[in-house]
């Protein structure tokens, strides 16, 4: 059984925009926090958004302004429009429960050329 799935990723030139979906399993899912997180090479990962069951969010400062989390309780999944992308926005991006869980999938690797 997947447990959390992460796509959408590519590579975009700065500037540009990417959707990243992710699908969560019920029992991580649920009526949890669920959260963006990234982990550039080198470097240990980090939340940059996370989004409440009933749609509040919060930003890391580094994305406020730029991305927007988003997520469909019906689907259980949760997106990321990231907008104004940065070289330093590269990464591999991955989902979860806030806080995490042990569980981690596989992550959708994007890259920002400058």
């Known amino acids: 059984q997947v447990l959390l799935a992460e796509s959408g990723g590519g590579l975009v030139q700065a500037g540009g925009s990417l959707r990243l979906s992710c699908t969560a399993s019920g029992s991580i899912f649920s009526d949890n926090v669920m959260g963006w997180y990234r982990q550039a090479p080198g470097k240990q990962r980090e939340l940059v958004a996370q989004?409440?069951?009933?749609?509040?969010?919060k930003y890391a400062d580094s994305v406020k302004g730029r991305f927007t989390i988003s997520r469909d309780n019906a689907k259980n999944t949760v997106y990321l429009q990231m907008n104004s992308l940065k070289p330093e926005d590269t990464s591999v991006y991955y989902c979860?429960?806030?806080?995490?869980?042990?569980?981690w999938g596989q992550g959708t690797q994007v890259t920002v050329s400058s």
């Open positions: 989004v409440t069951s009933g749609g509040s969010t």
């Open positions: 979860n429960r806030y806080p995490s869980t042990n569980y």
